[in-house]
């Protein structure tokens, strides 16, 4: 009842805010006026009913943290009961590797190329993920990395001619060095002043690549640049897509392995444990140079395989693709999909990448329901789409009975 | 007691924040295989000093000298907490300090960080030596769970155990990381009788079976009495006494410093 009040009290109070704008139209052709009565009763209809269910929602969501606590026995949530079930996560796995496979064949190639920039984007969730979700440094400049190896091979393509395979492993290496430069300074910073600096970092790597016309061709950017080739055989435009598609499925599987295993591993607990509490880490014997300069190296390799595979795909690069908004969309990705979690920040990445492209009805609107996601996220779900602890749970049970 | 070997010793320590002296000329030491309890009221510097001897703070002055058994010593001033930790010296936090997202399994193999070596290449391809050592990391955090009477509770989110319990967890975590010496910030603060009994036996065997030498902050009068050897006592960051518990109890200073601060509060 106390719901029902209020929510009748927020749109009584919408219907008065929007009164001029959506009611009164005046006609300055013709010099009259005209009173729509009838939107302000769907403004009232709308506001009553959102303001309703988010009350109801707010109300179930404090409900239910009290309501499993006394009983001791939650509700399981669908992931932990296919974790639970090892045949049907398995069996499900298989459906979705099946189908990532043959997806190029029963698509467009235009389907195709989305695929690849969702794919491109979740190796850059994942790599950001290992410095945002898992070491817990903020840092807002995550695209700075990813030009490092998109330029990196375009460059390198531009002047020496160098191919795909030599220039991946080069754009990584460039992408780790640039995280290390970005460490070494940063590392007493934390928190909001980690995230301005390297919101800077970010933002100075733009502009040099704008301005530095010798070295980066400006704004006009490097065209032309190869695409990869498959034992020196040149592949038409529809069979490089196919052929970077798959390259893509390889570097998603080869992100998502070994992401999995640093998670668990003596790095990934010094990773997680400066993100829980820096001084008790430092006290209990973890160096916080090399372990904080590891995480910066790691998430910028995977930001730098990205880049290069992102300048094949392209076949041209500038400074504008790797704006600040590019940092911001990487970091929604990661907080979106939670902390730390693999599967969260493949299934964030995913849809805010596809999402957009198949809803170009709302191409306008696209900002607006990017903010208004976040921010019921924050509120419904503050640990993101997938949640890590319980992921961790489960790991240590299998691991404890093998030790 | 005086042929066993000096394990810290600590010289006119003083600690200045600002103009606040938090610690002025303050001398410890610990004997191998020693209890030795550091008291004082609250704001005394205590805590200032677990902090300075641990590299958490560089003190103003003063040095501190930290002996392992082998007989090598280190000064320890400007050394890096991590550094500290690895030269054999763990400690705990008064205002408990676990990593509440882990597990309390893992939060004790974090101890053993600065004690393995597996790097990124490892941990990737898992490769037999990586698996050995994790699978050695896990069993002796296990035991050191049992120690401490948290096997029951190994893949609990650390921060999901009760208050006494996560104490304990602290120092199952800073045992982890092989000390020889180790620093106890009020671990019983916040227990109830019966769990601070269970405290001290628990001080006590580790300090019998890991051979290990222990310096202790604790407010819980009780408790400091029983198990320690020696006590040192801080007023105002300045040591006012030293003795067996007995002597230090019959000390009219520390009296008045203790009566004094009580019969201010009433
Ligand atoms: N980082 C700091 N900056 C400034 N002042 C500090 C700092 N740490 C401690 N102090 C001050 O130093 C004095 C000693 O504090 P400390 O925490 O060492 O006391 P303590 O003996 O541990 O007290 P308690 O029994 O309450 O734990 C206090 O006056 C405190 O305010
Ligand atoms: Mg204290």
Redesign the pocket.
Known sequence: MEGFKKSLLACIWFMFLTFPLVVIRVDTAEKTVQWRWMHMLWVGLGAFLLSYVWRFMLKRKAMGRSATNPDGTPVVPFLQRLSANPPLARSIMAVIAIGALVFPWLFSTYQTNIMISAMIYIVLGLGLNIVVGLSGQLVLGYAAFYAAGAYSYALLNHHFGLGFWTALPLGAGAAALCGIILGIPVLRLRGDYLAIVTLGFGEIVRLVLENWNEFSMGPSGVSGISRPGLFSVELSVDGATTYIYYLMIGLVALTIFVINRLKNSRIGRAWLALREDEIACVAMGVDRMKTKLTAFALGATWAGMAGVVFAAKTTFINPASFTFMESAMILAIVVLGGMGSILGVSLAALLILLLPEYLRAFSEYRMLLFGATMVLFMVFRPQGLVSSERQRYEFKETKESQG | MSAKTIVLEVKNLSMN??G?R?LSDVDLDILQGEIVALI??????????F?CITGI?DPTEGDILLRSPQGKGVRLNGLKPNQVTELGMARTF?NIRLFPSMTVLENVMLGTHCRTKSGILGAILRDRKTREEEVRVVNKSYELLKLVGLDHHVNDLASNLPYGAQRRLEIARALATDPFLLLL??PAAGMNPNETIALEQLVMRIRDELDMSILL?E?DMKMVMSISDRVHV?EY?QKIAEGTPAEVGANPQVIKAYLGEEAVDA
């Open positions: 924040f600002g606040l938090a004082g009221p609250n704001g005394a510097g205590k805590t200032t000093c902090n703070y008064q910030d009020e902050i407010h801080l960051g």
